[in-house]
Every structure is written in C-alpha cells, then in structure tokens.
C-alpha cells in the first residue's frame, strides 16, 4: 500500500536502539528522510544514517533547551519536520516493589520517559502548528496500560504519556489543522538487546499467558504499526489512538 511518506522529514528519537533503528529503517523504506537522534549511542547512529542516507543529531531529551536547538537544528536543515516518533525512554533493569524504589530512580525514571515525551512533543508541535499540519507519534508500553509489578515507577510514566497527555494533545492542536497525535504500545518486543541477555521458554510461556497469539513481538512490528499510523494516506482521520501492538494481551499474571 501506498503511504505517501515519500520526501516527508522525519524525526526518530532514541533511533539507535533496538525497535528505533527498525522504525528508522522502515521509513527510509518509504523514501522518508530520517533524521536519527541519540544521547549516548554515536557510533550506532552515525552507522545506522550512514546505512539509510539519513542524519544523526545528538540531545539529551532531557533537557528542554536541548531538545529545542534539536529541532531547530532539523528544521534549519531539511526546511520542514513532517513527523515525530516520540521513541526514546528509559527502562529500569531491576524490578522493584514500590516501597523498594528510591526518590531517585523514581524521579529518573519519570524524567527519562514521561520528561523527555514533553520536551519532545512542544518542540515538535512548536513547529507543527505553523505548518498547520504534522504526525506525533508516542511509543508507550503495554505497561502502562496493565501496570508492571516491579516497574510502578516507568509503567506511571508510560501510563501518563498515553492516556492524559495524548488525550490532551490531540485536542490541543485540532484548532490548528491537520495535527495527529497517536501512541503505540509495545508488549514484550524481542530487541536485540533481549536477545542478548537471553529468553528462555519459561519467560516466553509467562510473557505470553495473556496473549492470544503466543509469540513475543519483532521490532519490525511495532515498526510497521508506527509508519501505518504516521501516514495521512493510512490514518488521515485517526488521532488521539493507542495501538497496542502485544498479541492481543489481556493483562497480566498476578503470582502469590
């Protein structure tokens, strides 16, 4: 199917790690320029924009200003940003209950998905309802939708990101024009980082219960959800939306 997303200018943040270098790679795809931000990841950048003819620009998300001189730095670049894939965050490796988890790591976790999700979105929608017209994207998690025990602190950020801020979003920009603002949510994804750490079936088996269709996602699905959902030729009359892309979960186990 056509998308329509050739020549578009394309924003991916976080676009070196495991499901943002196949978002980037499935724009490029459609003739999209991609532009690949990183924080820390510069080598995985520059060779993934090297690979699809893109560009690599760095920011700490986390940062307001930063983010800002992003944008600006792209727009300055290219002329226009057409799309945004709000792609970036962070995800604690330990789980804890709630009463384990540190003021810190609380508010780490809060800055580094719910924080950067903010300061992504203003400055891309800054420039958007100029142009009266733009595609934002959040990726949220499946944990924020059923929570996570052990995770509280980042499913609350996810949580946030696509109930109230999308929700408020898209009604935001609708006196603009043409402005979407939608979110998928991945469930368990098989990352090349995961595959690394390694997944044995009794993890699969417990990831899965819930699912109706017992597979763990690819990055290439998720990736597929996001350019369908990016696209007016596709989704032109779809806004405020979360797109779980997790097999058809339907929550999750509670152990004693």
């Known amino acids: 199917m056509e998308t329509g997303l050739k020549n578009s200018v394309v924003l991916v943040t976080g676009g070196a790690g495991g499901i943002g270098q196949s978002i980037c790679k499935k724009f490029a795809l459609e003739g999209a320029t991609v532009i690949i931000h990183y924080y820390e990841s510069s080598e995985k950048a520059i060779a993934l924009a090297k690979e699809i003819d893109g560009f690599a620009v760095q920011s700490d998300l986390r940062d307001s200003d930063s983010t800002m001189l992003m944008v600006d730095k792209i727009i300055s670049k290219y002329g226009k940003l057409d799309i945004c894939i709000a792609n970036a965050g962070y995800y604690p490796s330990e789980p804890k209950p709630l009463w ?89 994804t098989l990352t090349p980082k995961k595959l690394e750490q390694g997944i044995d079936k009794n993890t699969i088996d417990i990831a899965t219960a819930t699912m109706a269709l017992k597979k763990l996602a690819t990055p290439d699905d998720v990736a597929n959800i996001i350019v369908s959902l990016s696209s007016d030729k596709i989704s032109g009359h779809v806004t405020g939306q979360v797109i779980e892309v997790a097999g058809g979960m339907e929550g999750r186990l509670i152990y004693s």
């Not at 790591?105 to 809060?110: F, G």
């Not at 891309?124 to 499946?142: D, E, I, N, P, W």
């Open 100 to 188: 384990q988890i540190s003021s810190e790591r609380w508010n780490s976790t809060i800055t580094s998905n719910l924080n950067i999700a903010f300061n992504t979105a203003r400055a891309f929608l800054l420039h958007a309802k100029q142009k009266r017209h733009g595609s934002l994207v959040f990726v949220g998690s499946t944990a924020g939708i059923y929570g996570e025990s052990g995770h509280s602190d980042y499913a609350a950020a996810k949580g946030a990101l696509t109930s109230g801020l999308l929700m408020s979003l898209k009604n935001d920009v609708a006196v603009f024009g043409n402005i979407r603002v939608n979110a998928v949510a991945p469930g368990w």
